[in-house]
């Protein structure tokens, strides 16, 4: 016992000196016009956006380092932009993060669970974890290791199938997590779909008639940097690309050919949007690319899962219109909302339905638009809740959003059967 608690107090300790460079840093609500919103999102750290009312007003949360607070402060004073303070201190909500993490994994442990809705787990850890689905299952999941991350991790993900893949009438369903590496809560989300697919299953007819492929951890390299080094960390980490030495990783969802390179926000290897060197330059959303063309004829619904906002966006994000299909987008994405919401939380927004850019913002390259646009014909972008928390969701809420996440998604699957049987 006197071990272990040496060793939690390490990785404590450790813990403390990792979040330094956050130290004193500030979180503030901000609001004003969209477009000038948008556009600090290459300059400053933006972390989150949403629109404000009807009014073309757009809020966001924003990070500000002590030495520039000043300065931005009073360009949002000269600019009209309102602003709010909503944290003191990022480095202190890292840190009780951590010790939460710490405490929770060790009660999983003393209970004998490989894993539990109550923590996060490394990258390391959820590999493990999908081998041995397959391992359990083999009847049910296959998992695929189709290429290593810039890094050289796995990238793994698994295909749900009764019927090997082989049934060419069942239709797929495609899902991704955390893509956007600090999005943590994504990835307990698509871990989740599984288990209540292959393990703990809730509708037969959802394992029985459709065909599932589930991308649970896609950027791993992103994903350990901000576990080790930086919690705010959104990217990839690849250094392919020009300036990549002072400016390193790609903006994941932002890296699809579909009006890639057209917005110069997205040009500048800083900005956190960055889209990369070229369309489809990260060996990551590589991985997402084949899994799509590979299931092409027969895909019915692709969501990527992301933090925070609970919303569920649909395309053109480039240019706001609708596709053809937009009333079935909409209608799909209003029955998952209404499902979530059910079971949400008091405290959380109700879920949001719409166009991307009309809900939050212009954006190219996303995965969103880009499956659309190739012919999966229900593809949506999902912003989880994060409540006050925003990326950095405590791990007692992971159960409650795996289980409303579920039932919303669940509920797109049986749109699916409804529509395409
Ligand atoms: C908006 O973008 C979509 C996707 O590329 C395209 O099909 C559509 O024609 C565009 N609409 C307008 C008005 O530009």
Redesign the pocket.
Known sequence: MARSLVAVLLLVALAHARHEKYEGHQLYSIWGPSQEIADLDAKLDILSAKAASASGQLEALLRLAPEEKEAWLQYFDTKNIGYKLMAENLADIFREEDVKIQKSKANAKRNGRSISWDTYYNAEEINEHLDELGRKYPDLVTVINPALSYEGRQIKYVRISTSRFEDLRKRVIIIDAAVHAREWVTTPVALYIIDQLVANIADNRLTEQLDWVIIPMANPDGYEYTINEDRLWRKTRSKAHEGAEECPGVDGNRNFD??WGTRPESADPCSLIYEGPSAFSEPEIRVIRDVVNQHLDRAALYISLHSYGNMLLY??G????L?SNGLSLHLAGVQMATAIDKLKLDKAEHYIVGNAASVLYYSTGTSR?WT??VGIPLTYTMELPGYEYLFVVPPEYIKQIVTESWAGIAEGARYVLSIYN
């Open positions: 579909h009006h395309a053109w480039n240019n706001g219109t596709p638009d659309r646009a």
